[in-house]
C-alpha cells in the first residue's frame, strides 16, 4: 500500500522514476484490444479482488514508468502505454483476466495518476448534480432530483484521504486533524466540501455540487420548468437595468445556477468583481476579476475573509460586486457598496423566504459589532435592495422560483415588501411529483420605471393577476427578445 500510495501525486512519482518507458516487445496495445467490443468508460465498479489486482499493477507499474514522458502523451496513446504494460505484466503473472478487465484496469490507473481515481467517472456523467460520499465505503449521486447508491468504492481510507488531499492542495488549500473542515473546488468550478476526523466519526466525508459545462441560461430553466418565460423576462430585464438583486434559498435550491442565468443579462463593457469562499461563478463577460477568500495558515496568521475583499473590491473601480454568498458581518459592507454607486450588484443568502432573507441581512450586519440601530440597518437595506428571488428545492427534486419579491421602503420601522409573482403547490402527482402553478399578483413593480428609462422593452401585460403559462412561447432567446 506504500507504494500504491505514491502514484497519486504524479510530480513525486516523477521524482522518483528517471528511466525510459520500457520496450513493450512481447505485447502490443493493438494485439490486446484487437477483436474485443468498445471500450467501456473507465471507473467502474471493481471488485476486492480487481481492487488488490490494481494495487499490484500500480506498484509494478511505477518500476517501469516514467509519468514526466506519459505526461506528454494524450490520453489515448497513454491508455495504449499502460494497457500494453498491464497486459505484459498480467501475462508474466498468470493472472486471470480478460481483454475487458485488462482494458477496465488500465482505465482506472490512468484515473488514479492523471485524475481523482475512482470519481472521475462520475464527474464524466452530466446528468449527475451531487456526489456524496459517507467514507470509503459508500458513494451516493443526485440525478434528477433523487439520491440514488453507487457501486463505486475507494480501496480504504487512507485511498479516499489522498484523493481529497489531492483536490484541497489543488487551490492552495489543506485539511487535517487542526483543521478537518474545508471548503474547496475542482478545475471545473465544482464546489466540494470535505470533513475528516476527528469531526467525522466514521471517516471521511466529501460532498461535490457539479457545476455543469455548459452555464445554464434563462431560457433553459423556463425548459426545466423553473419559471414561466414572464418572469424570466422579468428577471432578465431588472438584471440589465441595474436593480440590485438578491438571491435567496436553502442548500441546493439552486441559487448559484439562478445567478449565473441572470448574469448573463449584463453589459460586456462593464467591470465585474466576484468574491467567493471558492471561487465556483461561471460568468460569461469578459472584465471579470475574480477574488476569494484565505484560511488561516499553521500558524493561525494569514487568514483573508469576504469582509475584507468587498472593502477592497470597492478600491478596485467595479461596475457591479457579485458576492457568491453573504454569510457574515461583510453584509455591512455589501449594503454600503449598493449604496454607493455600484447598483445592480448581485449576492445570494441562505434564507426560507424574502421575508426571512430581511431579518438574516439584519442579523448578520449585526454580527459586525456595527455601532449602528437597527432602523439605521432596516434603512440601508430597503435602499440597497430591489429585488428578493426566492428560489426552492421541492420535495420531488424539482428547482423552482417560487418568489419574485419587491423591497419598496420602510413604513416606520418595518421594511415594506409587495411579491410580484410566487408559486403555489396545489397538490401531488401519482408519483407523489409536487403540482403547482406559478401566479402574477397583479402588482408592477416600482423597478418597472427604471427598466424602461433605461430604454428596455417588455411585454407589461405579464403584470396581470392570475395563473402564468409555463414552458417557451417563443423559439427567440430571452437575450434577443430583451437584447
Known amino acids: 500500500m506504500g507504494r500504491f500510495s505514491n502514484i497519486i501525486t504524479p510530480s513525486h512519482v516523477a521524482t522518483k522514476l528517471s528511466a525510459e518507458i520500457k520496450p513493450l ?36 507499474l511505477i518500476d517501469d514508468l516514467d509519468l514526466s514522458i506519459l505526461d506528454k502523451l494524450d490520453k489515448g496513446e497513454m491508455h495504449g502505454q499502460i494497457e500494453a504494460r498491464v497486459g505484459q505484466i498480467v501475462k508474466s503473472e498468470n493472472m486471470k483476466l480478460n481483454r475487458n478487465e485488462i482494458h477496465d484496469l488500465s482505465g482506472s490507473i490512468i484515473d488514479e495518476m492523471t485524475g481523482l481515481g475512482p470519481l472521475e467517472i462520475l464527474l464524466a456523467d452530466d446528468s449527475i448534480s451531487d456526489i456524496l460520499i459517507n467514507t470509503h465505503e459508500q458513494v451516493y449521486i443526485e440525478r434528477g432530483g433523487e439520491l440514488v447508491p453507487t457501486d463505486v468504492r475507494f480501496a480504504d481510507e487512507a ?9 484541497v492542495a489543488a487551490v492552495g488549500r489543506r485539511v ?82 439562478l445567478l449565473n442565468a441572470m448574469s448573463q443579462s449584463i453589459s460586456h463593457k462593464e467591470r465585474l468583481i466576484t468574491i467567493e469562499d471558492a471561487a465556483e461563478l461561471q460568468l460569461q463577460q469578459p472584465h471579470v476579476c475574480r477574488m476569494e477568500t484565505r484560511p488561516p495558515n499553521l500558524e493561525g496568521n494569514g487568514e483573508i475573509r469576504q469582509r475584507e475583499l468587498v472593502k477592497n473590491a470597492l478600491r478596485m473601480r ?36 424574502p421575508r426571512d432573507a430581511i431579518t438574516r441581512l439584519e442579523q448578520m450586519v449585526g454580527m459586525g459589532d456595527i ?69 402574477a ?43
Open 441 to 483: 399578483t397583479g402588482i408592477r413593480p416600482r423597478c418597472l420605471h427604471e427598466i424602461i428609462t433605461s430604454g428596455i422593452e417588455i411585454n407589461q401585460d405579464m403584470f396581470e393577476p392570475g395563473v402564468m403559462q409555463e414552458g417557451r412561447t417563443s423559439d427567440r432567446p430571452i437575450s434577443e427578445r430583451i437584447p
Open 176 to 257: 487535517d486533524e487542526s483543521q478537518p473542515m474545508m471548503d474547496a473546488r475542482l478545475a471545473d468550478g465544482s464546489r466540494v466540501n470535505v470533513a475528516i476526523s476527528p469531526i467525522a466519526v466514521d471517516g471521511p466525508l466529501m460532498s461535490i455540487r457539479k457545476f455543469s459545462k455548459n452555464p445554464f441560461t434563462l431560457d433553459k430553466l423556463v425548459e426545466f420548468g423553473a419559471a414561466p418565460e414572464a418572469v424570466a423576462e422579468f428577471l432578465w430585464a431588472a438584471c440589465k437595468a441595474k436593480v440590485t438583486i438578491l438571491i435567496s434559498g436553502g442548500t441546493g435550491s439552486g441559487k448559484t445556477t
Open 318 to 353: 467595479p461596475d457591479r460586486v457579485i458576492l457568491g454568498e453573504v454569510r457574515g458581518e461583510e453584509a455591512f459592507d455589501m449594503l454600503q457598496a449598493m449604496n454607493t454607486g455600484h447598483e445592480g450588484s448581485l449576492a445570494t443568502l441562505h434564507a426560507n423566504t
Open 25 to 60: 516487445a512481447p505485447v502490443s496495445a493493438v494485439e490486446l484490444v484487437a477483436d474485443t467490443p468498445p471500450p467501456k468508460p473507465a471507473g467502474k465498479k471493481l471488485s476486492p479482488d480487481a481492487l488488490q489486482t490494481r494495487q499490484r499493477l500500480h506498484a509494478m
Open 371 to 439: 455601532k449602528i440601530s437597527p432602523e439605521g440597518v432596516a434603512g440601508q437595506i430597503s435602499s440597497a435592495i430591489g429585488l428578493i428571488v426566492q428560489a426552492q428545492r421541492l420535495s420531488d427534486g424539482q428547482r423552482k422560483i417560487t418568489s419574485v419579491t419587491e423591497i419598496t421602503g420602510m413604513e416606520g420601522k418595518i421594511i415594506q415588501m409587495q411579491e410580484i409573482f410566487n408559486y403555489t403547490r396545489t397538490g401531488s402527482g401519482p408519483k407523489h411529483e409536487v403540482i403547482g402553478e406559478f401566479r
Open 159 to 167: 485511498h479516499l484521504l489522498r484523493i481529497i488531499n489531492k483536490i
